[in-house]
């Protein structure tokens, strides 16, 4: 499991002792382990959609896998913000609204996908040799 650990590993609430083999300081870095078929990590839907369209990646489907992120936008009052400010204040609250939102935080995933434990046994057995970067080994997971 790979993690960022500005993320103070919220994103691992749900998991029951998970081992963290990893620690990057990005998204980039983490997709580039991810997608080497050797860890499995969170990642934000709209980050791993293109990774997920071209079947690079795909979402395990599982309970408690789902972490969700409030983000929020603030404008001072005083001194009153510039026109700039509020128009994107403005532009990103029209975008929000109208976005749809992904199905449980899983765009482009395959019904039922899991990750079974004789999967997961070969797979470390696949990075730990070496063999991690084969096209098979590049089925990483988002």
Sequence with gaps: MTVRPYLERAELAALHEPQITASVSNMEAQAVLIRSGCFLGFLPVH???????RGEMRALDAPGLLWKSQFYIALRVQPEPTEVARLFARDLAEVLVQRPRPRAGR????AGTRLSSANLSARRAACTSGSGSSPAARSARV
């Design 47 to 53: 980050f791993a959609q293109k990774w997920v369209d």
């Design 107 to 110: 765009a482009g995933a395959q």
